[in-house]
């Protein structure tokens, strides 16, 4: 068959628009990252088997709206990030994207380190990214009036309690409204006797109560603290104050007065009952304080639990466990990592779906509703109650010390080195103090 030269011509437009068309759908570019330069950025989180699917997730989902830029997720130990990212910032290699409170060190020897990009010019460029944010999460990572850190999540600190073993002593439950006075520390003592199981064997005991609280927020909770104001605001430890608050040696007595009646369990105890997994999810302690981290666990539990207020001393204080997601001060492509950060931050997206994964209290306010109806349903509550233990937690709640005072692995390190032998009373808790400041003040 004879083609006359118009038809030729037809034919060959018609074949080259549709090899154009296919070129596209193959790629899966879009018109706006057409001819955009391919980027790869990395993206440092800890290890998590809860939330790995999330990552995977935000990382495949993203580079699908985004072709030209590439994640490169890398999964560390969280034993390991310290380390990890000193040598990488060190080497002039660090992740772009990352949440600097994933580390011993925290928020604050990072931020000194010039580690963090300012976030200020692009929140001021895209300002719906925190409208969802309390002021007062924002102002954790906001210094010298420049913003460091996007919030993503913000975990209040409670009283956790196996209903179970409640119920078969015939106590009632602990109260979620944080000015009830009636739940004092007496009051929890008194409970935490009546669930305790003595038994030679470790195997058969059940301890009624157990701190999951470092030392310094054990004071918090009696209204006192290590350090000082100057140095939470300065970011940085000057004279440690252990001994000039009386608030401080109170609290940790209170601690070690439970230990030593074997309400609590031992440094050595608890070293052992973890080695078959964390000692109030296997059923060995009845009620444990905590941070609401702990929720993404208590799935695992073959129990009925509830969540209280931590019981009302007079100046308590407690830990919120507030993250940020950062981007490196020398990443070579913060504007790509900007649109990475809002997109895993999203509320509508990637922070909705870190919810439904791990059960992290959320920083945006639009997702709470939902995060109180999902908690409810696990512990068994009253939409009502999980919202008044959260709102209680934020009120009398402050950023945790370690993601407020720069070096703090180091500062922690002091402490564990010797609290041991107060809890076990081998040490008075005065005498520890002592060794512990002069520990303190021996630190550059």
Not at 190 to 197: G, Q
Not at 382 to 390: G, L, P, Q
Request: overall charge negative.
């Amino acid at each position: 068959m004879h083609l006359g030269k118009k038809t030729v011509r037809c034919v060959i437009v018609v074949a080259l628009t549709v090899m154009v068309v296919a070129a596209c759908r193959q790629g899966g570019t879009d018109s706006t990252d057409s001819g955009k330069e391919k980027v790869e950025l990395t993206w440092l989180v800890t290890s998590s088997p809860q939330r790995e699917p999330w990552h995977k997730e935000m990382v495949e989902k993203f580079q699908n709206e985004h072709p030209h830029i590439s994640i490169n997720l890398q999964q560390i130990p969280y034993a390991d990030v310290d380390q990890k990212l000193q040598t990488l910032i060190a080497g002039g290699t660090p992740p772009d994207i990352w949440c600097p409170n994933w580390s011993q060190s925290g928020f604050p020897t990072f931020q000194a380190m010039d580690a963090l990009l300012d976030l200020s010019p692009y929140i001021e460029k895209d300002p719906e990214v925190v409208e969802g944010i309390d002021d007062n999460l924002m102002e954790l990572y906001r210094v010298d009036g420049k913003y460091y850190g996007i919030p993503f999540q913000n975990y209040g600190s409670y009283l956790y309690y196996n209903k179970e073993l409640f119920d078969k002593r015939g106590l009632d439950y602990p109260t979620t409204d944080w000015d009830d006075k009636s739940w004092s520390w007496d009051q929890m003592v008194e409970y935490a006797e009546k669930l305790t199981v003595t038994s030679e064997d470790i195997n058969e005991r059940t301890f009624g109560f157990m701190s999951n609280d470092e030392t310094n927020k054990q004071a918090w909770l009696f209204g006192g603290d290590f350090f000082s104001a100057d140095d939470y605001a300065n970011g940085e430890m000057e004279t440690p104050q252990l001994l000039d608050n009386p608030k401080n040696v109170e609290a940790i007595q209170a601690h070690v007065d439970l230990i030593q009646k074997g309400i609590s369990p031992t440094p050595s105890q608890t070293e052992g009952l973890s080695e078959i997994g964390d000692p109030f999810i296997s059923g060995k302690v009845a009620m444990a304080t905590n941070g609401g981290f702990a929720f993404i666990n208590l799935k695992a539990a073959d129990f009925d639990w509830g969540v209280a207020a931590l019981p009302y001393v007079e100046g308590r204080q407690a830990s919120l466990y507030t993250d940020p997601w950062s981007i490196s001060a020398t990443s070579d492509h913060p504007d790509e990592a900007w649109e990475f950060l809002k997109y895993i931050t999203d509320p509508e997206h990637g922070a909705k779906r870190y919810l439904e994964y791990t059960d992290a209290t959320p920083a945006h306010r639009g997702l709470l509703e939902d995060w109180y109806r999902g908690i409810a349903e696990e512990a068994g509550m009253a939409y009502e109650e999980i919202k008044e233990v959260h709102e209680g937690s934020q009120r009398y709640g402050r950023g945790s010390d370690n993601h407020q005072i720069k070096q703090f692995s180091s500062i922690r390190r002091v402490i564990e080195q010797t609290m041991p032998a107060v809890y076990d009373g081998s040490m008075s808790v005065e005498e520890g103090f002592k060794v512990i400041e002069q520990g303190l003040l021996n630190l550059d």
